[in-house]
């Protein structure tokens, strides 16, 4: 992974001394409330429900094990001994006194990390594939570029207050598991014609309450030029982007009221201005940043493991774990391992700081102690050799993070909710609580086979329940909680936004409503189908069928 | 009196920034963008009557609100051509049409962008795009809700001079200019990304994460 070196250290050391300055103005009234706010979000801090919360930036979701030693120890000492994964592959405190927070950040700055730009109206962290890298169907390792990316962007000057937040994925696989059509700006790298690696741009997709596929506005950027075209879409952005009205600030409204057309019209003419200037990335400089994520020295190994095999036919337990959390990688011998932090019970995406030192512990033994953090709120150990997974599965067992779900319907991607965060509408972790031990037989949920399940607490979506094949929505009605579902949501190549089935839920109807749902697809499904696939063919109302008939005919008795 | 930061001094001030008349009441219209025109952006443009009724000192140095210049040109021509005349502009206006409404830019000695709160970052590309596509070399200077915090950035983007709040200290502001010794990017202060400026290492040289090297043990507390 990336390693910084005396610039890089310097500008966070100067941040924390900046922000420690600001903190201490703050508390001694010369910065009001209204001053110190872009000032503390762009840190990383919120105030919130019940304390403040502080969001610490992972970048494309790469950490050491160091650094997550780091945030154990920072759980225990500052907070209440435990983390959450966010979405946005970050990683949140929510009990952090506001006061000590620069002692936080100068400790985070020690093992080379920091809050920077991770909230308020700025380029937010840059997000990628959990398997960049090591996936078989990557065509451009994009993590260099996401680097590159994350430097231009930290502390560009012209966009620090941008009309509202700014997100951008990277993606270099053939299957897009960093949902670049969904983001402020998506970039999809592939193999030109030439063999060069280029670009494709996409702009103004989100979710929020408003949610929006992006529109590709270039099909071929030349790799070089990816600084000064992202510049050129954030120039015309920050000055045509509206201001007045924070619901309809983000550059998807501005791509849809502009046209993409339009749009693609004046980032061009902008891009024109700047194209070949000194932000045109070097090979150079591309080599120098694309060595830290090359230097792996992986062993020449059989992809055939008598021992894997014979484990695999005499262990049920170890099998199902194979089947939904292990990952085919590019070197032979090799796996990726997704850690799963959705057990039955707990809040999804939640560590303790003892499962937080346990996991840095496995990442050292088995995967070149390194690991990353999915959107989905899991970690990945993504260099794990196939004849270590069976000692591998055997410890996170005992520490709690074998549970065989991933893609499954209780790998449940879900946003704090109303029992942390002060936007939130609704709860949700006891939403995802609740559904987990609906579905508790192992063997059912494994036959339901993939499906997304995602809840958000408000229409500010962190926990993406547009994408979600069932999407829970938390709204307020009068004042009390109420759940909508969509369905046929889907992340990824074929991107799509779900449909609201009907009128919403009470929460404890919610686990009985997904069963219904549920009920219909094994019902309808024809054999290799997907529930996302079946949603597709037979379209929302044999669903909206099942769930609201039975409703109404209660409803009469 | 707002105290005035200066090529990184803090200098008395020799211009008068003139103020728009106020509107009247029932004033409801609506700034419609020239280049973005399917919405109204909800900013107030001045109206006619504001522009007419606008005060203009007899005598002195004056940076006057763009609208006014350019319906009132000929009675301020002379003092243009004295070097007494600057330009200031709210975020919402177009910088293309400040650029349009003098033959040479650079006879405007300054141009003043007015922040109606620190975090409208319209202003950052306004000079951005002043120094660096319409070629402007004179002073650029924030007026309005200009707070230290901002400054490091807005020197970035090509201000020079800074109208901090009279309630807050220039001294102090001065040394934020100063917070970060070596940005990643390059802007109008220095073109140059980071890259092109220094021979950075690559991973063969790195250390580790971390300042100290040390075995994980050491960590867990």
């Not at chain 2, 007015?114 to 200077?141: Q, S, W």
Request: overall charge negative; glycine content about 8%; charged content about 25%.
């Amino acid at each position: 992974m990336y390693i910084y070196d005396d610039i890089d250290q310097r500008i966070v050391d100067e941040r924390v001394a900046q922000y420690r300055d600001q903190t201490r103005r703050y508390l001694a009234g010369e910065l009001s409330d209204d001053e110190f706010r872009p000032l503390r979000l762009q840190n990383g801090l919120y105030i919130q429900r019940h304390a403040p919360m502080l969001r610490i930036a992972i970048p494309y979701g790469l950490l050491a094990s160091r650094q997550l030693r780091k945030l154990a120890h920072i759980a225990r000492v500052y907070d209440r001994g435990y983390a959450h994964f966010s979405t946005r592959q970050n990683v949140q405190f929510n009990w952090p006194a506001l006061e000590r927070v620069p002692d936080i950040l100068a400790e985070l700055a020690t093992v080379q990390m920091h809050g920077i730009q991770t909230s308020g109206s700025c380029v937010r962290n840059i997000t990628t594939d959990q398997f960049a890298g090591v996936a078989p169907d990557e065509v451009v390792d994009a993590r260099p570029y996401a680097e590159i990316l994350r430097q231009w962007s930290t502390f560009h000057p012209e966009f620090a207050y941008l009309p509202r937040k700014f997100k951008i994925a990277v993606n270099g696989a053939e299957s897009d598991r960093a949902i670049i059509q969904m983001h402020d700006i998506g970039l999809g790298f592939y193999l030109d014609e030439q063999g060069e690696v280029a670009l494709e741009v996409w702009v103004g997709g989100g979710m929020g309450r408003t949610p929006a596929i992006g529109a590709m506005i270039r099909k071929h950027l030349p790799w070089q030029h990816a600084l000064s075209y992202c510049e050129a879409i954030l120039r015309v952005y920050n000055r045509h982007g509206r201001r007045d009205n924070a619901f309809k600030a983000r550059i998807k409204i501005l791509v849809k009221a502009m046209g993409a057309e339009e749009f693609a019209r004046q980032v061009e003419a902008e891009w024109a201005q700047i194209k070949d200037g000194p932000s045109t990335i070097t090979q150079e400089e591309l080599d120098r940043v694309a060595s830290f994520f090359r230097n792996r020295t992986y062993e020449t190994l059989s992809d055939d493991v008598p021992a894997f095999n014979e484990k695999l036919a005499s262990d049920k337990a170890f099998a199902n774990w194979v089947k939904r959390n292990v990952h085919r990688h590019k070197v032979p011998g090799y796996r990726a391992v997704t850690l799963s932090l959705k057990p039955t019970g707990t809040a999804p995406g939640d560590a303790t700081a003892d499962q937080m030192d346990s996991v840095a512990f496995l990442a050292d033994r088995y995967s070149f102690g390194e690991l990353r953090v999915s959107h989905e709120q899991n970690l990945i150990l993504a260099d794990v050799k196939k004849s270590d997974l069976y000692q591998l599965w055997q410890e996170a067992v005992r520490v709690g993070f074998a549970t065989p779900n991933i893609g499954l319907l209780t790998d449940i991607i879900c946003c704090p909710g109303g029992d942390f965060c002060s936007l939130a509408n609704a709860k949700s972790i006891p939403i995802a609580q609740a559904i987990q031990q609906k579905f508790d037989d192992l063997d059912y949920l494994h036959d339901i086979g993939d499906l997304d399940l995602n809840i958000s607490g408000c229409m500010n979506s962190c926990g993406h329940h547009h994408v979600g094949h069932i999407g829970v929505l938390g709204v307020d009605k009068d004042g009390s909680e109420w759940y909508q579902i969509t369905i046929g949501g889907n992340q990824g190549n074929s991107a799509s936004i779900g449909t609201v089935i009907g009128p919403s839920f009470a929460a404890d109807e919610v686990p009985g409503v997904v069963e219904k749902l549920i009920e219909t697809y094994i019902a309808q499904r024809t054999d290799e189908e997907r529930f996302i696939d079946t949603v597709r063919r037979i379209g929302v109302a044999p669903f909206k069928e099942h769930v609201y008939g039975e409703k109404k005919e209660a409803a009469h008795v | 009196m707002s105290k005035l930061i200066r090529n990184n001094a803090v200098v008395q001030d020799d211009w008068t920034v003139v103020q728009l008349a106020a509107p009247a009441e029932e004033t409801v219209r609506k700034q419609a963008g020239k280049v973005v025109i399917f919405k109204l952006t909800g900013e107030q443009a001045a109206s006619a009557e504001q522009v007419a009724g606008t005060l203009i000192p007899a005598t002195g140095k004056v940076i006057v609100p763009l609208a006014v210049w350019q319906a009132r040109k000929k009675e301020l021509a002379s003092r243009l051509a004295a070097g007494e005349v600057g330009l200031w502009l709210e975020t919402f206006e177009l910088v293309e049409d400040l650029v349009a409404s003098v033959p040479d830019l650079n006879s405007l000695p300054v141009i003043a962008v007015h922040f109606p709160r620190p975090v409208d970052g319209r202003g950052f590309t306004i000079a951005t795009m002043l120094r660096t596509r319409f070629g402007y070399r004179n002073e650029i200077r924030a007026i309005g809700d200009v707070l230290r915090d901002q400054l490091f950035y807005m020197k970035r983007c090509g201000f020079n001079a800074y109208a901090i709040r009279a309630d807050r200290s220039a001294e102090e502001a001065l040394a934020s200019l100063r917070d970060f010794s070596e940005p990643y990017q390059g802007a109008v202060d220095n073109p140059l990304p980071v890259w092109r400026r220094h021979a950075r290492v690559a991973a063969a040289h790195a250390v580790t994460v971390g300042r100290t090297p040390a075995s994980h043990e050491d960590e867990v507390d």
